[in-house]
Each structure stands twice: as C-alpha cells, then as structure tokens.
C-alpha cells in the first residue's frame, strides 16, 4: 500500500510537468514503433492491478523502464519490488528542488487564451539555473521532500486546472478583450459565451460594452464574434503569489494588472530570490508571502511597471451558477 501510495504521489507530482508535456508526442511515437512491447508475468500483472487506474499506465512504464534498464524483457514480480524498493530508498533524489506544472492546454484544449510553451520553457530555465535543489539541501535537515519543492503551475485560461490558487507562483493566460470599430450584427453570441456576464450589448450604440470589474480576459467572447466587433487585444497572464495547501493551506493573492511575457519571467526571477534570501529550513515561498506584508509591494515597485492592463482585482458575485 505505502509503495501505491508513493507512486501516485510521485506520478501525480509530475503528471502535468511541462518537460512531461513537451515529451507526450515523442513518446506516443516511440510507443507506436515498439515492434516487442516488454511482456509481464500474471503475478506482476495481480500487482499492478492495485495501482489506482488514472496513474497505472505511468507507473507501469516506470516499472517496465527500471526492468528494461536491467536487460529485461519481461517483467516479474520481483521488477516490481525492486522498483519499489529503488523509489522508496530515493525519494530524496527524486526532489528536484523545484516542480513546473501546466494545464493540457498546450495540447488543444479550446479554452485557452493563450499560448504559454515558450513562457514554460523561460521559466523552466529560470528554475534549473537557480540550484533549488543544492539551496534546500542546504537548508533541510533531513532528507528532502516533495512538499519542499519551489512551485510554479501555468494554466492557459481562467479555468485554472493547474491549480495555481496553491502554488507559490501560479500564472494564468489572459486574453484581453476590447470592442472595436467593425460591424455588430447584435447577434448575442458574445453574451452567452461570456460565463462571467461582463458583456451587454448596448442597442442604442449598437455596440457591446465590457465590464470590466467582471472580465477574467477569458477570450470566449472574441472567439464567438463572428464579425470582429469584439477582438482580442493583447495576450498575457494574469500572476498570483503565495499559495500552499499542507498543515497552513491559504489561497494566492494576484497581483494587480496583467502581464506579458519578459514581465513574467521578471516577477519569477525576483520570487525565487526573495526565496533564496528569506527561506531557511524548508520554509515555502507562500509562507514568506503570508509572513511579509510589503513582499508584493516590494515587487511590485523592483520590476516596474510591467504590467499592460491596470485589471481591477475584486471579488465578483458567481454568474449563471458558474464558479
Ligand atoms: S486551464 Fe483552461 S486551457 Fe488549461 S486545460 Fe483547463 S480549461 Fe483548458
Ligand atoms: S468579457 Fe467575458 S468572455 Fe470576454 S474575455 Fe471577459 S470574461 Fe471572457
Ligand atoms: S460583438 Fe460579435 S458576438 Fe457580440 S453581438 Fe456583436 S457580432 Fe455578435
């Protein structure tokens, strides 16, 4: 039971990472050119039929992965054990220092409001050079865990799957809408795609009008417009700060206004070293947000003014049900 529920923390920890994700294609084609696909024994087979369904596949990889590493081609029982015995001896080798996750946009979901694999890539860069891993085993005592890694998550639009409310950096895209000079037909199409009620049409200006106090920059509206009269504006990602679950789980605080692309990795550079000059013994980033008041406004005024779109950030009534 421990080893199940190790590995699906270790595979729910990395089943959205962006290096993952970046990896799917190459490996969806590998694994059509596999002519001999590695056999299992029907004991091995009784063992892997306990892992929980949505993390079987992976774990079964990883299992035949540590089997073929050893120059098998069949896997037994006992490759099963012994993965489980690798896994559970190096858990502390298995912390990177940091963990990058993002949503399935990348991979054609149609909310999304914008492209963020090169932003990924830039952070993914930012992480790996800042040494989050030599930092903390600096810093902990005792073997490192998954709950010490630094967090980032990207979700491509406001439906934040990634959860970035609980990471200490969580980046959301962002399609800003604005309405311009073509044509309204007055259609409606706007409205309804719109989950937050930001737009109306106004039918003396013959126009629709955003609100907004209640736009997330979602970008449906302008997706639907079959005549341009509402477009997107400008791309870029919404930022929050400061989220953790664990004993003292607290929710993020966004930052005002939304950024683009170099102001991100700006505001990311400035956290992880805020991080590296204020954490010591495994305490998370959130929890320096929490405990320092001035943190984000000391941010706020280091990187300027990055920020392309003063958005107004307040806590709106729910819309037609939706959350
Ligand atoms: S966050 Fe948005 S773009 Fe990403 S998977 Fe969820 S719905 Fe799709
Ligand atoms: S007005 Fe509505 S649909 Fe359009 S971007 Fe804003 S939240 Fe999304
Ligand atoms: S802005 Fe576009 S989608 Fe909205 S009512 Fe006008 S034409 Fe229709």
Redesign the pocket.
Known sequence: MLFMLFMVKWFLSRSVSVAYRLREMNKKNNYKKQVNPMKWTAEAETAIKKVPFFVRKKVRSKVEAFAGQAGKDRVAIEDVQAAKAHYMKNMDEEVKGYRLD????Q?G?????NDSEGLARRIESLLENANLREFLKQQVNGPLKFHHDFKVTL????????QPQIKDIGI??AAVPAVTDAECSMCGACETACKDCAVSLDACAGKPVIDWERCLSCGQCAKVCPTGAIAVDRYGYRVLLGGKLGRHPRLADELPGIYDEDSVVAIVQWCIDEYKRGSTKGKRFAELVAEDEGLIKRLLEDIGDGRFVNRPYSVRPLCNGHS
């Not at 993002?102 to 946009?105: K, L, R, T, V, Y």
């Not at 979901?109 to 409001?113: F, G, N, R, Y």
């Open positions: 993002a949503c399935f946009g991979g979901c149609p909310h999304k409001a979700s491509d639009c406001p439906n934040a799957c990634s959301i895209g």
